[in-house]
T-cell receptor, first 116, second 114 residues
Framework: NAGVTQTPKFQVLKTGQSMTLQCAQD?????MYWYRQDPGMGLRLIYY???????DKGEVPNGYNVSRLNKREFSLRLESAAPSQTSVYFC???????????????FGSGTRLTVV | AQSVTQLGSHVSVSEGALVLLRCNYS??????LFWYVQYPNQGLQLLLK??????LVKGINGFEAEFKKSETSFHLTKPSAHMSDAAEYFC????????????FGQGTELSVKP
């Protein structure tokens, strides 16, 4: 099925460990996003990639890095995990600028990360 | 800058009652507005969106929302709540630059009492 695939779905890390969250879309979308969701705060943008080869910071980028490996894949890396990074992480992609009014955004099912 | 405010972090209604979830936005350009629903331990599902044209937008599961420019609002309604509507609801506005990112409200958790 077409869509956005995130792996892993669940992860527990110890403080200071590193990990990479993977995201892939098969809809030929240009723009991809990483959000984190915390209770009472909605979804906040960590990083985005408007097109292959470009990445930019969102509202809460500290402690994260990203890689737009190719048009399909956009990964999020935590170099040294902290308890404050315990959250649910969502990857999303958006159809091209001229068509986003029609097709909009597609979200992955999320990664639940706990840092102890 | 664009922003979204959802009034009320928790709303509780009885089954069969009207559902009204409030969303106000701030935007200096004509906004694209969205409502998403998130069921427990699941991802986000698009309920409906407003881009241009008709200001009353119908979505899935009997929900609808009306874009009111004069009030900068995009409230979500459903005439008769069902137990299965219990979920968290997010209003969002698209930013025209910065990759077309979405800015979300803080969310409203809807409880439905039997």
């Amino acid at each position: 099925n077409a869509g956005v695939t995130q792996t892993p779905k669940f992860q527990v890390l110890k403080t200071g460990q590193s990990m990479t969250l993977q995201c892939a879309q098969d809809m030929n979308h240009n723009s991809m996003y990483w959000y984190r969701q915390d209770p009472g705060m909605g979804l906040r943008l960590i990083y985005y990639s408007a097109s292959e080869g470009t990445t930019d910071k969102g509202e809460v980028p500290n402690g994260y890095n990203v890689s737009r490996l190719n048009k399909r894949e956009f990964s999020l890396r935590l170099e040294s995990a902290a308890p404050s990074q315990t959250s649910v992480y969502f990857c999303a992609s958006k159809s091209p600028q001229g068509l986003d009014w029609l097709y909009g955004y597609t979200f992955g099912s999320g990664t639940r990360l706990t840092v102890v | 800058a664009q922003s979204v405010t959802q009034l009320g972090s928790h709303v509780s209604v009885s089954e069969g009652a009207l559902v009204l979830l409030r969303c106000n936005y701030s935007s200096s350009v004509p906004p694209y507005l969205f409502w998403y629903v998130q069921y427990p331990n699941q991802g986000l599902q698009l309920l409906l969106k407003y881009t241009t044209g008709a200001t009353l937008v119908k979505g899935i599961n009997g929900f609808e929302a009306e874009f009111k420019k004069s009030e900068t609002s995009f409230h979500l309604t459903k005439p008769s709540a069902h137990m299965s509507d219990a979920a968290e609801y997010f209003c969002a506005v698209r930013v025209y630059n910065q990759g077309g990112k979405l800015i979300f409200g803080q969310g409203t958790e809807l409880s439905v009492k039997p």
